[in-house]
């Protein structure tokens, strides 16, 4: 079907927004996807590549089965659509501008590091094109607008980090720091994956944008979801964890591998069927290691002092850990630096001819993989190995029996920002491309699934090429993360962003996940244990998004505007 003649002249403007809009989504996906996951990495539960393949599915599952199937591209209100009723050319220039004003701030922010809340970045992209056109923008204290986003700055981190202080403080008093912390987790840890299957039922069931409101629920209903998911939890846990859990942590048996759960009380018997076993020795993961083997928690703090001169040291180069220095001592051992993608692909074939089909392949897969293939953990700073070292380490049988409640609820954070946040990169493109068909101004458009399907894929794919940059720069670079710690963590967001949505306060996970780290770190009791410059580099990036995206957009509109007509 051809388009109305009033907007078939205006197919450059979506063929521009729609290019807006691939970068929108990527880089939507790399920068709050890495967000739901950061502390599973950081606290090594999860590789960056395990992680890549769940957002890929996680991230499509929340936009095609959960996404809402009408956007509203004026989003929550921030500028009103009076200003482009009868206008449908200027409603798809303002809509293209917002959106290559996100994608430009978005994908600018990812890759230095700074994880930003990517509606906050579409609210700031309308607010430009709202001053260019001379649209309202509201500015007064109401549900969505920007006053209640500017305030959310700051009262949503403070929530989370009382959220996940006192969940922490609850399982370190409760297990971590009993005189048998083994013994009171294998006797808890049912209950706290039943705690956190319920909340997290509630929480992808109110977030998700498909579900009935809370009210439509009824109290009765929503006390049934949480209560049946607890008890399911509850049961699911004794009946398969406890006895997996005895089986490979009390017996050490080395062939049970994770999918042996579902063998449940068959994991107590004395040979029990176990298909695809493990081969080797008896090994478990240790969560407070980073890529060089070194583990800090736990360790002697050093003073401000100490760390300025071993970061001086390290700038210098410390000429005795180099294995060809002439001065090298043998009894220090030099550090084995981490394989990166250009070592671990384009290395091994750098000198091969470019007719050899090797040096393809490894460039192929240096392009394929080289975004999942990094090391985001470690971090060869004094100051951060100082950070850590303040934190207290615990057992590590401990805290593996809790990297299953970290990974699910990682996953269902994932899910839910599926189903929410991609209507923040789609509406826009929504807008205009329906405008475009129609030839009629539409604010709140109807949203085809295959453009759901589209943008799921791109939310997914952006985090597995470029997400690392995230990844880095949350996680152990605000504080030393574990299991136990990360577990708190992303349940107190959640909590945060549950109890935001029941006050219609525009709260962002990015922000949530944020405050709860710094709450869980505080619980060492210990402010030094904090990165207090990583924290000012995050929250400078909040403070800049408005007015960067808004800029952006603002400028391309008024240009567009006034461009001289042929």
Known sequence: ?????????????????????????????ANDVANAYATSVAARTLK??????????????????????????????????????????????????????SAAWLTTATFLGWPVSTTQTIIGALVGVGFATGADITWEWTGGSVSQTAASW??????????????????????????????????????????????????????????????????GKAAGIVLGCFFGCLAIGYIFFVPYFTRRLVRRDPRVRFYHVILG?????????????????????????????????????????????????????????L??????????????????????????VRELSWANPKKWWGYTKFG?????????????????????????????????????????????????????????A????????????????????????WMLVVAGLLLGGGFWFYGYHIMRALGNKITQMSPTRGFSTELGAAVTVLLASRLSLPVSTTQCLLGASVGTALMNYDLSAVNWRQIAFIFSGWVLTLPCAGLIAGLLCVMALNAPHF
């Open 1 to 29: 079907m051809s388009a109305p003649p009033i907007t078939a002249k205006y197919d450059w403007i979506l063929a521009i927004t729609t290019m807006a809009f691939v970068f929108s989504c990527a880089s939507n996906g």
């Open 48 to 101: 960056m590549w395990h992680v890549g393949i769940l957002a890929c599915i996680t991230e499509f599952v929340g936009a095609v089965a959960l996404g809402s199937r009408i956007t509203d591209t004026i989003k929550s209100g921030i500028i009103t659509p009076d200003r482009f009723i009868g206008n449908p050319g200027t409603f798809m220039l303002a809509m293209g501008c917002a959106e290559v004003g």
């Open 154 to 219: 700051g009262v949503a981190p403070a929530i989370a980090c009382g959220f996940s202080a006192i969940i922490f403080g609850t399982l370190k008093y409760s297990v971590l720091e009993r005189s048998d912390p083994f013994k009171w987790a294998m006797r808890l840890i049912p209950f706290y994956m039943a705690l956190t299957g319920g909340i997290l039922a509630l929480f992808i069931t109110i977030e998700a944008p498909t579900a009935p409101s809370l009210e439509e629920f009824g109290a």
């Open 265 to 321: 009380p068959l994991l107590l018997t004395e040979n029990p069927p176990l298909f695809f076993a493990r081969q080797g020795e008896w090994a478990l993961t240790n969560h407070y290691e980073d890529a060089y083997g070194e583990v800090r928690a736990g360790g002697n703090a050093t003073t401000s002092h100490q760390a300025k001169q071993e970061e001086k040291t390290l700038n210098n180069r410390d000429e005795e850990r």
């Open 323 to 348: 294995p060809d220095s002439v001065v090298a001592s043998p009894e220090i051992q030099p550090r084995k630096a981490p394989l990166g993608p250009h070592e671990r692909f384009l290395d091994p």
């Open 368 to 424: 394929l993989l080289q975004g999942v293939t990094r090391d985001v953990i470690t971090h060869d700073s004094a100051l951060l190995r100082d950070i850590h070292s303040r934190a207290k380490r615990y057992d590590d049988r401990v805290e593996h029996m809790w990297t299953y409640c970290q990974v699910v609820s990682a996953m269902l954070m994932s899910i839910a920002h599926g189903s929410n946040d991609v209507a923040n």
């Open 426 to 449: 789609v509406g826009p493109w929504v807008g205009v491309y329906n405008t475009y068909r129609s030839g009629v101004t539409n604010t709140e458009a109807g949203t085809p699934v």
